[in-house]
């Protein structure tokens, strides 16, 4: 049985390097990757910024994915786990000894 807290450790971790892409890597796709400079600038900003949780976009409470809106386009924010070597998917998203997160931020209508 999971630890009760692990959850809120989960989600505390993904928070962090949510906000500061501190501790885990970023990837963009090429869509977001070729835009100007300054909207890349906002989408990452509006991806720091987002805390809009609730029960439809964050069903586990791990604060793992997002929708943002830039310009009248939407895009997504997604958080995987891997192990360290980044060979394969962590089974211990909490312990970031670890685990390596990845944050991918593509247009929606890549997903």
Known sequence: MANQSEPNSIRDLNDAFRRTFAGGRVLLTASVA?????????????VKGFDTFDRDNDPHGEHDFGEIEHDGEH????????????????????DPTQTTRVMTIMRADEY
């Open 75 to 94: 895009f997504f924010w997604k958080i995987d786990y891997y192990v360290p070597e980044l060979t394969g998917g962590s089974e211990f998203p909490a």
């Open 34 to 46: 070729e835009l100007p400079e300054a909207e890349r600038q906002a989408i990452i900003n509006l």
